[in-house]
């Protein structure tokens, strides 16, 4: 789960973070009052669930309250687009304003969870205020390290390493330890999945502020956490996601292809999507529908796709093993019982309790498709799509 930036901002300063001052506005006269009150100058930033929004002119600067003004009426309820939404954008409903920061450095810093390690990763790089992905690519050599044993937590000696190879000055390691040490404490507390500080700035005094914040939410801990669950703004969120998720459809991203996949197991999902693809189709969506015995699942799955307009055709791929195929047919028969699909469908059962999947198919009134293998599933969905439609 996201949350926005000004949100993310106020746990880094529960946790002893550095943040810039700053308001919420919903509007361009409060963009105006904020601004006064933080002195004139101040930074305009669109608040949305997507990176990249200073290239596409969702952060600006202005130097009065009157520019803060202009500049919040230019960005509020239009849509931004930038190299990680879709081509429609995402909508601004928010913008921060922020004190304006007189900034000598940029800095990297983030906390992820490394899957080959099995522990937290915090990573630092003085390269700051671009795209970390890039920096790995141009110079790998300037980003560095550290794996956090759970048990131990974070330790001084590994936040002055870091600070060291961000060629901090003498007297910002000890800060900037803190620093690390109170974001791992967040991560740890709030169960993120990420924590990305970027840039973490050095202004010209020499204070370390976090100029920018993402932090991303582990979906099967929120349980745990109903005031962050609450933090999230739906109006980000593509409508079809949102839907899946009110369904019960948990692991469901929308794509912009024209053939709606059904798979349990996200591995499994990705290699029928990269199939889907091979075979010169493209995937309407990743559903992982998980270790599923519970035919409203997969009911709730076949809603999504009968909601979605560009789903031409429906491939189904399951290998049981404690999801029992007969229960996902039977979940499919009770699909179609419910609603009028008139998707082409292919499916590919393999697994658990097949051969009985397989009669409760065939023996009800669902047309399909039958694939034979993974490659053929494919191979037949994306000759359906084309020659399918609703």
């Known amino acids: 789960m996201k949350i926005h930036e000004f949100q993310a901002k106020v746990l880094l300063s529960e946790f002893?973070?550095?943040?810039?001052?700053?308001?919420?506005?919903?509007?361009p006269a409060e963009a105006k009052k904020i601004a006064a009150e933080l002195g004139g100058k101040v930074a305009i930033k669109a608040q949305v669930y997507a990176g990249g929004r200073g290239k596409a002119g969702g952060i600006k600067v202005?130097?009065?309250?009157?520019?803060?003004?202009?500049?919040?009426?230019?960005?509020?309820?239009?849509?931004?687009?930038?190299?990680q939404t879709t081509p429609e954008g995402v909508p601004v409903g928010k913008v921060l304003v922020e004190r304006a920061v007189s900034v000598q450095r940029e800095l990297y810093l983030s906390i992820i969870v490394d899957g080959a390690s099995r522990m937290p990763v915090m990573m630092a790089s003085e390269a700051g205020g671009m795209d970390i992905e890039e920096v790995a690519r141009v110079s790998p050599e300037k980003i560095i390290r550290v794996y956090i044993d759970p048990a131990a937590g974070f330790q001084a000696f590994q936040g002055r390493k870091l600070a060291y190879g961000m060629n901090l000055s003498p007297t910002q390691i000890r800060p900037?330890?803190?620093?690390?040490?109170?974001?791992?404490?967040?991560?740890?507390?709030?169960?993120?999945?990420?924590?990305?500080?970027?840039?973490?700035?050095?202004?010209?005094?020499?204070?370390?502020?976090?100029?920018?914040?993402?932090?991303?939410?582990?979906?099967?801990?929120?349980?745990?956490?109903?005031?962050?669950?609450?933090?999230?703004?739906?109006?980000?969120?593509?409508?079809?996601?949102?839907?899946?998720?009110?369904?019960?459809?948990?692991?469901?991203?929308?794509?912009?292809?024209?053939?709606?996949?059904?798979?349990?197991?996200?591995?499994?999902?990705?290699?029928?999507?990269?199939?889907?693809?091979?075979?010169?189709?493209?995937?309407?969506?990743?559903?992982?529908?998980?270790?599923?015995?519970?035919?409203?699942?997969?009911?709730?799955?076949f809603k999504v796709f009968t909601t979605d307009p560009n789903v031409k055709a429906v491939l189904v791929n399951i290998f049981g093993g404690m999801a029992r195929v007969d229960v996902i047919a039977q979940g499919i028969v009770e699909a179609h019982k419910q609603m009028d699909i008139r998707l082409p469908l292919v499916i590919r059962l393999a697994g658990t309790n097949v051969d009985e999947g397989k009669r409760i198919l065939s023996e009800s009134k669902v047309k399909f498709i039958e694939a034979t293998d993974f490659y053929d599933a494919a191979r037949k969905a994306v000759e359906a799509a084309e020659g399918g439609g609703k």
């Open 16 to 27: 002893g973070i550095p943040v810039p001052r700053g308001g919420i506005a919903t509007a």
């Open 62 to 83: 202005a130097n009065t309250p009157e520019e803060a003004e202009k500049l919040a009426a230019q960005m509020l309820g239009t849509r931004l687009v930038t190299h």
């Open 176 to 301: 900037a330890t803190s620093l690390m040490t109170n974001l791992y404490k967040l991560f740890q507390a709030r169960d993120c999945s990420l924590a990305e500080i970027n840039p973490l700035v050095a202004t010209a005094d020499g204070e370390l502020l976090a100029l920018d914040a993402k932090l991303n939410f582990d979906d099967n801990a929120l349980f745990r956490h109903s005031d962050i669950e609450q933090l999230h703004d739906l109006e980000q969120v593509d409508p079809l996601e949102a839907r899946a998720n009110e369904l019960g459809v948990k692991n469901y991203i929308k794509m912009d292809g024209n053939i709606g996949c059904m798979v349990n197991g996200a591995g499994l999902a990705m290699a029928v999507m990269d199939l889907i693809t091979k075979a010169g189709g493209k995937p309407a969506n990743f559903l992982d529908i998980g270790t599923v015995n519970n035919i409203d699942r997969v009911i709730a799955a």
